[in-house]
């Protein structure tokens, strides 16, 4: 800390905060410690009484807190973000457009082994609309060493961005609703309705919806004719247990050039299927998909919608936070479900 003549001041850090009085009014601080005093403060200064101020200098090798926020800001932000800010030591990293939040977890891990910034954000793969805050960047104290924000941009060069946001497609998604009580019209389908809601939900665009009993073959020709057709999602509704009437597994599998999981460590959706023929996703939902409001579907389907192609290893990080309460008012996506540290 310095003391230093007012004209002399412009372009240093103020060390502490400066109150302005105006009695019967106020009393506040106009001027905030580590504000960087600039010309036209100078009058105000004045006018509060100040001819001296305390200021911290700045060598080569520091920092302020705005500019290291910035740049670590800069450094992490991906497509899709833009930046607020700096204030006080923070940037807020925010949507450019409606999508899913992705974070490079080791990228973001190594960013906050790094002392005196820090780098928070919303879970990963989480759905975000236009403007909201996703993360932020804060610098811990006033002044920053320079190597250590060196540190943080290379992290961002050699590892990748830390956060973007992926577009939502409005892909053509077509439903096969099986069974062959719903086919021959002994019970009346809730499943399509549902499934229709969901697509509008996550932005996708209902492609068509057709009907097939539990026989292999036509849910086969179902499948094939909506790949014809030029679908780019496939739902499929019904079948997925181990009952002798249960063929929609089987079905998919003979249809499919890869199938990445048959069987979600998530509950409820334990006998959710996905697999791909070319980069067309064939989705088997189990009778949860009915009855719960947020199942493992919800936690994938809007990842399908980015045209990610997913793996097993993806379903594996399901696990951890894999469990819905099912509490009495559901707040998902506002809740533990799915929100994996992985």
Same mark, same amino acid.
């Given at each position: 800390?310095?003391?230093v003549?007012?004209?002399d001041?412009?372009?240093? *850090?103020?060390?502490?905060?400066?109150t302005?009085?105006i009695?019967?009014?106020f009393?506040?601080?106009?001027?905030?410690?580590?504000?960087?005093?600039k010309?036209?403060?100078?009058?105000?200064?004045?006018?509060?009484?100040?001819?001296?101020?305390?200021?911290?200098?700045l060598?080569?090798?520091?920092?302020?807190e705005?500019?290291?926020?910035?740049r670590?800001?800069?450094?992490?932000?991906?497509?899709?973000?833009?930046?607020e $800010?700096p204030?006080?030591?923070?940037?807020?990293?925010?949507?450019?457009?409606?999508?899913?939040?992705?974070?490079?977890?080791e990228?973001?891990?190594?960013?906050?082994?790094?002392?005196?910034i820090?780098l928070s954000?919303?879970?990963?793969?989480?759905?975000?609309?236009?403007?909201?805050i996703?993360?932020?960047?804060?610098?811990?104290?006033?002044? !920053?060493?320079?190597?250590?924000?060196l540190?943080?941009?290379?992290?961002?060069?050699?590892? $990748?961005k830390? =956060?973007? =946001?992926?577009?939502?497609?409005?892909?053509? !998604?077509?439903?096969?609703? /099986?069974?062959?009580?719903?086919?021959?019209?002994?019970?009346v389908?809730?499943?399509?309705?549902?499934?229709?809601?969901?697509?509008?939900?996550?932005?996708g665009?209902?492609?068509g919806i057709k009907y097939?009993?539990?026989?292999k073959e036509?849910?086969?020709?179902?499948?094939?004719?909506?790949?014809q057709c030029g679908?780019?999602?496939?739902?499929?509704?019904?079948?997925?247990?181990?009952?002798a009437?249960?063929v929609t597994?089987?079905?998919i599998?003979?249809v499919?050039?890869?199938?990445?999981?048959? $069987?979600?460590? *998530?509950?409820?959706g334990?006998?959710f299927?996905?697999?791909?023929k070319?980069?067309?996703?064939?989705?088997?939902i189990p009778?949860?998909?009915?009855?719960d409001?947020?199942?493992?579907?919800?936690?994938?389907?809007p990842? !399908?919608? /980015?045209?990610?192609?997913?793996?097993?290893k993806?379903f594996?990080?399901?696990?951890? $936070?894999?469990l819905?309460?099912?509490?009495e008012?559901?707040?998902?996506?506002?809740?533990?479900?799915?929100?994996?540290?992985?």
């Amino acid at each position: 800390m310095m003391n230093v003549m007012l004209d002399d001041a412009v372009g240093m *850090v103020i060390g502490h905060d400066l109150t302005e009085i105006i009695p019967g009014e106020f009393k506040r601080a106009t001027f905030k410690k580590g504000h960087i005093i600039k010309v036209e403060d100078i009058e105000k200064l004045r006018n509060m009484g100040k001819n001296h101020i305390n200021v911290i200098n700045l060598t080569e090798d520091q920092v302020h807190e705005d500019e290291a926020a910035l740049r670590l800001g800069n450094s992490a932000a991906g497509e899709g973000i833009y930046l607020e $800010g700096p204030s006080q030591g923070r940037v807020n990293l925010k949507s450019a457009f409606r999508g899913l939040v992705k974070i490079n977890i080791e990228a973001i891990n190594k960013i906050n082994s790094i002392q005196s910034i820090i780098l928070s954000s919303v879970h990963n793969n989480t759905l975000v609309e236009r403007d909201i805050i996703v993360a932020g960047t804060k610098a811990i104290p006033l002044i !920053v060493e320079n190597d250590k924000i060196l540190e943080a941009e290379n992290i961002c060069r050699s590892l $990748g961005k830390i =956060i973007s =946001i992926k577009k939502i497609m409005p892909l053509k !998604v077509g439903i096969i609703v /099986t069974g062959t009580e719903v086919y021959n019209g002994r019970i009346v389908d809730k499943f399509a309705p549902i499934l229709k809601e969901k697509i509008m939900e996550y932005g996708g665009q209902l492609f068509g919806i057709k009907y097939s009993p539990d026989i292999k073959e036509n849910i086969k020709e179902c499948i094939k004719s909506f790949l014809q057709c030029g679908a780019e999602v496939i739902l499929i509704s019904g079948g997925m247990s181990v009952d002798a009437d249960d063929v929609t597994p089987s079905a998919i599998e003979e249809v499919a050039d890869k199938v990445v999981t048959y $069987g979600a460590p *998530v509950l409820p959706g334990a006998m959710f299927m996905l697999s791909y023929k070319n980069e067309v996703a064939i989705i088997g939902i189990p009778a949860c998909g009915m009855y719960d409001k947020i199942t493992v579907f919800d936690l994938i389907f809007p990842r !399908v919608l /980015t045209r990610e192609i997913l793996e097993q290893k993806d379903f594996n990080a399901l696990a951890n $936070g894999g469990l819905c309460l099912k509490c009495e008012v559901c707040r998902y996506p506002v809740c533990p479900f799915g929100k994996s540290s992985l």
